[in-house]
């Protein structure tokens, strides 16, 4: 059990860290997840806990975040009409079959290999973002038919495996089928709590041996920081919704994709160092 002089500035930091993640939730429709994985695991390895599972619980305690996080994005979202609630809702049932399948491949892997899927897909999407053209199209209108079957799980899937919302693979997909940024941004907030309810009652049946476990942890989730994390971020992403709606579209997209390039080559040097 960690004392107090160890607690306290572990409690401080993770607050500092969840008071940004709130903000980016109602910014980019993250859900905090890209800036909490990196965060919780130099935290956690910093305070000794350094282990082969130490990114299942990463992953799981961002993706608890989520829940609370992305509700209150979405929520604040909806309130300026931005939500396409029709696309949620018919993406919704194969995010979560996708959410599943990746606890299951998730609570399989070890912290290298959940490092690398994170870094090496989190550049790929943050070019995407931070370069990409906004006239490109895939088309003019949300896949539907075979194609929604095969998009929908795959966002699920690739973000438990990332510990993120549903903004990284949702805000590109929908933009490729002209949905507004801003549009985009709002919708994708709600593919986070989607995803990240199913993927958090799965990892707290994950069984992680006590010993290489922080304290206050249930499964592969870190009640403790889960705790000071929303206490933040509960308070930070109306702020950020409310930025959003003042940025002009191409510098959002920007800082989105800033961000995850950067923290993804963070993760994998990380994980190729060892």
Not at 30 to 43: E, M, N, S, T
């Amino acid at each position: 059990m960690m004392d107090f002089a160890t607690l306290l500035p572990f409690a401080v930091l993770i607050a500092a860290i969840g008071a940004f993640a709130g903000v980016l939730a109602g910014l980019l429709g993250v859900g905090g997840g890209i800036v909490l994985v990196p965060a919780f695991y130099y935290a956690f390895a910093g305070l000794g806990y350094g282990s082969p599972q130490l990114m299942q619980i990463c992953l799981a305690t961002s993706l608890a975040t989520i829940i609370v996080t992305s509700i209150r994005s979405v929520l604040s979202h909806h309130k300026k009409g931005a939500v396409e609630w029709p696309i949620l809702k018919s993406f919704a049932p194969g995010i979560v079959i996708g959410a599943i399948i990746g606890v299951l491949v998730a609570s399989s892997l070890r912290t290298a290999t959940l490092q690398m899927i994170f870094g090496g897909v989190a550049v790929f999407i943050g070019l995407y973002m931070a370069f990409g053209n906004s006239a490109w199209r895939l088309g003019t209108e949300m896949p539907k038919g075979l194609m929604r079957v095969i998009i929908s799980p795959l966002i699920g899937f690739l973000s438990v495996l990332m510990g993120i919302g549903g903004g990284s693979f949702g805000v590109p997909t929908m933009t490729l089928y002209g949905v507004p940024i801003h549009r985009a941004v709002a919708t994708a907030a709600g593919f986070g709590a989607i995803i990240a309810i199913p993927s958090v009652i799965g990892f707290l049946f994950v069984d992680i041996p006590a010993e290489v476990t922080p304290p206050f942890t249930i499964g592969a989730v870190n009640i403790a920081a889960f705790l000071v994390v929303i206490s933040m971020t509960l308070i930070t992403a109306p702020l950020g919704a409310k930025i959003a709606h003042a940025m002009d579209p191409k510098p959002l997209k920007r800082v989105f994709g800033g961000f995850l390039i950067l923290v993804a080559l963070n993760m994998l040097r990380k994980a190729m160092m060892g």
